[in-house]
C-alpha cells in the first residue's frame, strides 16, 4: 500500500501533509522547516543513525540538555 503525501502550506499559511487530506502539523513554513532540518543534517552526515521508539524514549535521559526555543507547532499549548 502507497502512503504517498505532499508537504504543502494552507491558505493561512500552515505547514502540513496533503493533498488528498490536509492535515496541518506546523502553525507556519518555519516549524515545517524546523521539524525536518534534524533529519536531513543527519542523514547527510552522521555515520550512524538509530531510531528510538515506544518505551525506548522513556528511557533516555535527558536531565543535562537544556531548553531549545522552537517555531510554534500546531498542537503546542
Known amino acids: 500500500m502507497s502512503m504517498a503525501h505532499s508537504f504543502m502550506v494552507g491558505p493561512d499559511g500552515a505547514f502540513g501533509i496533503g493533498p488528498r487530506r ?7 513554513i518555519d516549524g515545517g522547516a524546523e521539524s525536518l532540518a ?3 543534517h543527519a542523514r547527510r552526515w552522521a555515520t550512524t543513525v538509530t531510531r528510538v521508539t515506544r518505551k525506548a524514549v522513556d528511557a533516555l535521559e535527558f536531565g543535562d540538555f537544556g531548553p531549545v526555543l522552537e517555531a510554534q507547532g500546531v498542537t503546542d499549548s
Open 38 to 40: 534534524p533529519a536531513a
Open 22 to 28: 490536509w492535515t496541518p502539523l506546523h502553525a507556519g
